[in-house]
């Protein structure tokens, strides 16, 4: 590979790497704006699963999938192989670890908070799922965001 080859591969990397920063930030805000509006807003405490309940949940599930995929990939998940392993160096499979460390003890409090909960009310699955998922979702993107902006 030519020095011109390099250097343009170099700043398809370095777009690719912006991208996905600025992706993971807001994409991570509004996520989290959704979450407080779900709460607020759309979820209704009952036993009928309505189609709008439906179609919020398959969001959610994408939405959550794709976040995943982005902080587990760097961005770079449907790119060539030389891209992918130059996104995938020490420091970034580095950041991801730190990133699934800190969702999955996120996961671990929620769960045990919710099992703790169980012992004073009733909490519906359904419900402690989503907020499981959510919980460590955002602490997934928000590690990420924070690691890649040093």
């Known amino acids: 590979m030519g020095y011109m080859e390099t250097n ?22 509004m996520f ?27 969001a959610l599930l994408v939405w959550a999938g794709a976040l995943l995929m982005l902080v587990a990939t760097g961005g770079g998940a449907f790119r060539s192989s030389e891209v992918r392993e130059i996104l995938d160096d020490e420091l970034a499979r580095s950041q991801r670890g730190q990133a699934f460390q800190n969702a999955f003890w996120t996961l671990m409090l ?3 908070a ?4 169980t012992t004073f009310a009733e909490v519906p699955a359904r419900l402690l799922a ?21």
């Open 32 to 58: 989290l704006v959704w979450q407080v509006a779900f709460f607020n807003v759309v979820h209704t405490p009952r036993g009928v699963l309505r189609t709008v309940d439906l179609v919020a949940t398959v």
């Open 8 to 29: 343009t591969l170099q700043d398809r990397v370095t777009r690719i790497e912006g991208r996905t920063d600025r992706i993971l930030l807001t994409s991570g805000a």
């Open 110 to 112: 929620v769960a045990f």
């Open 130 to 150: 989503h907020v499981s998922l959510s919980a460590g979702v955002l602490a997934a993107v928000a590690t990420m965001a924070y690691l890649r902006r040093r």
């Open 114 to 117: 919710g099992y703790a909960a």
